[in-house]
Every structure is written in C-alpha cells, then in structure tokens.
C-alpha cells in the first residue's frame, strides 16, 4: 500500500495525508459506514413493525372502532420507506462487510456513483416520509380546531403512543441515511480530486 | 493556471482531467451553482409571498369567515423554510458571483464545508417542509373519512389552489436545493482526493 502512500501527496497548499494515515481514516468510514447500515437496517425494521402492527379496538355506544396505519397515508408511506430502507441497507451492509473482509478500501466510480445516488434518494425518502408522517401526528395529537379536525389521539392514546415510537425510529433512521449520503459523497467525489492548488486560497 | 493542470495529473487508475478540460469543468460547475442560486432566490420568495398573501373570505349563514396560511402549521413552517432559503441563496449567490468577477475556482477547506453544511441543511429543511405540507394539503384536498377530517378545498377553492402554486413551486426550490448540495458535497470532498490507485477495483 506504499505506492498509494506516494500518490497521495499533494503539492498544493491542502493537507497531506501519509500513507498510514489513509488506511486508518479509510478503515474508520468504512466501520462507520457499516455500523450506521446495522441501524437503519434494525431501526428500520422496529418502525414498520411499531407502526404496521398498531392496532387500537374502542367500543363507543357498542360500535366497535379500530385504528389501524392503513387509516392514514403518510403512515403508510412511512411502512413502505422503512421496508425499503431496511431492505437497502442489508443489502449495501453486506456489500459493505464482503469488502472489508476482502481488503479492499476504495470504490470504483461507477460503483461509488450507484451507492451516492442510493443513499440519496433513501435520506431523502425517508426524510421526506418522517416529515409527513410527524405532520399526520401533529393533527392527530393537537386537531386542528380552525378546520374543526378534532385530535384523536385522546381516544387511541396506546395507537398514537406507539405510532410516535415508529417516528422517533425513523427518525434515527433518516438521520443515519443523511450521514451515510455524507460518506457515499467523500467516497466519490474525492476519487475527483486531481486539481488542488493555486487558487483556492482565493475564495 | 498551467501549473494547476501539472498538479492535476494522476497517476492511478482514474480518469486524468487536462489543465484546460479542468478549467472548463469548473467554471460549467459555477455557472450551474450561480444560476440555481438564482432559482432558488427567486421561486423561494414567489413561493413565500404566494403561500403569506393567499387569503379567501367566504360567507356562511351570515357569519364571515376566512382562510390564511396562519391556519396551518405546515404552511407556516413552509413560508419560513421558503424565506430562509431565499436569504441565504442570495447571499451564497453573491459569494458566487464576486468569486467568479474574481476569476478563483476552487474553494479552500474551511469554507468549503461551510457551504457544504450549509447547503445540506437548507436541502433537507426545504424537502421536510415540503413533504409536511404536501401532506396537509393532501387532508385538505380530500379529506380523512376515516378520523372524520372534511375536505375544506370545496368551500375554500381559490385558496387551495394558490397554496398548490406556493408548494410546486417549494418543490421546484427543494430539488434545486438537492442539486446544489451534490454540487457543494463535489467541491468539498475533491479537496480530500490524494488517494487514488491501486485498490479501487477491488469493490
């Protein structure tokens, strides 16, 4: 690994990374890169079954109601990115522990590319699916009287509790992808890194 | 800048850019970056003032009553996202400009993660307030039978409507946004290139 070591250093005024410091600063994103894939796949999985197995039955006037996510659709959404991002996440785990095992640090551009354009669209995914989702919640939890939407959640408080679980799951989750989307951004764009120097000290 | 393109040859395995190919590169980077700054000012405040203004009176049973975006919360949050991104892409466009007057292309490290970190705020700021009030007006649009929410878009159309123009329009804000954050994320992290080679076909 020497050679790369060589390669590696910089003429410009950026810092200059020797070659065992590479390895080491490589070898920590990938760890990072592999325990934050471990919890969103988990969290990931904990949300869809916190909120796709919610069930609350009232009896009110001897009608029976129950609650259930498919009643609301950013709930649904919310099931769905999860599957999705759990689903994704073991799989570029498992990518991500094949490599480490084999050695090898760096990514190909084509490869680097499909991986940040994946963990883009599954921050923002999620994100977007945690936003709605918490929005539903903010109406079902306070109503919305100008609209004469009236809370719910005094009637369904074990649904509403555990709907808020699921949340504050994703949220983990989406929060881990917008770090994981930071990491995929380094492993591609600095394989662009050819031109350091004069002019960057000038903005 | 002859000697940036000397810098910028590469020994590895990757693609080596020419000191004019470079330069072309780059300033095709800025021109990009400055004219979605623009966008995003200006479709941020249309969508601000689009969403702020939107006001409806409609008389029932004598009693007046009117629709505003104070109603909301979503639509509340999703002006303060809107006039937030627009300040803060017309001074990051200005930046942008004067530093292209200036004729310097590449950023150094410490502001280019300000404005790395800065953009990837403002990106998923605007998609969660997007995505939250998407989800409102989805209520609002049809409905909740199911919570007994009504629709309020058949009693307050023109309103609804004008809402609908202030949210395509964060949508188109927020995309840009998106872009723009992979824009810095190349910008930033190119500067950690020096470790190029040997290992990047392995993955």
Redesign the interface.
């Known amino acids: ?1 020497s ?2 070591a060589v ?11 020797h070659g065992s410091d ?1 390895k080491v600063v ?1 070898r920590k994103v990938r760890i990072t890169e592999l325990v934050l894939r471990c919890v969103i796949f988990g969290l990931g999985v904990l949300a869809a079954a916190l909120v796709g197995f919610d069930v609350q039955v009232k009896e009110i006037f001897s009608i029976q109601k129950k609650a259930k996510f498919t ?4 709930l649904v959404f919310l099931v769905i990115a999860n599957v999705l991002v759990a689903t994704y996440s073991l799989l570029q785990g498992l ?1 991500c522990g094949v ?1 480490m095992l ?8 084509p ?1 680097a590319w499909v991986i940040f354009s994946g963990d ?1 669209v599954m921050a ?1 995914l999620t ?6 989702a ?3 919640s ?3 939890e306070l109503g ?1 009287p ?5 809370k ?1 959640c005094n009637m369904y408080g074990k649904f509403c509790t555990q709907v808020g679980e699921g949340i504050a799951s994703s949220l983990v989750v989406s929060l881990s992808m ?1 770090t994981l989307s ?1 990491i995929s ?2 492993n ?16």
Chains 1, 2 share one sequence.
């Open positions: 690994m050679s790369v390669f590696g250093v910089s003429p410009g005024n950026v810092p200059v990374y590479l490589d009643d609301m659709k950013a990518r490599s084999r050695g090898s640090l760096l990514l190909n551009k490869l883009q923002y994100f977007a699916a945690v936003a709605a918490g929005q539903s903010v109406f079902a919305q100008e609209l004469q939407w009236m719910i917008v930071c951004a380094f591609l764009f600095r394989l662009y890194g050819g031109n350091k120097g004069k002019s960057s000290g000038g903005w």
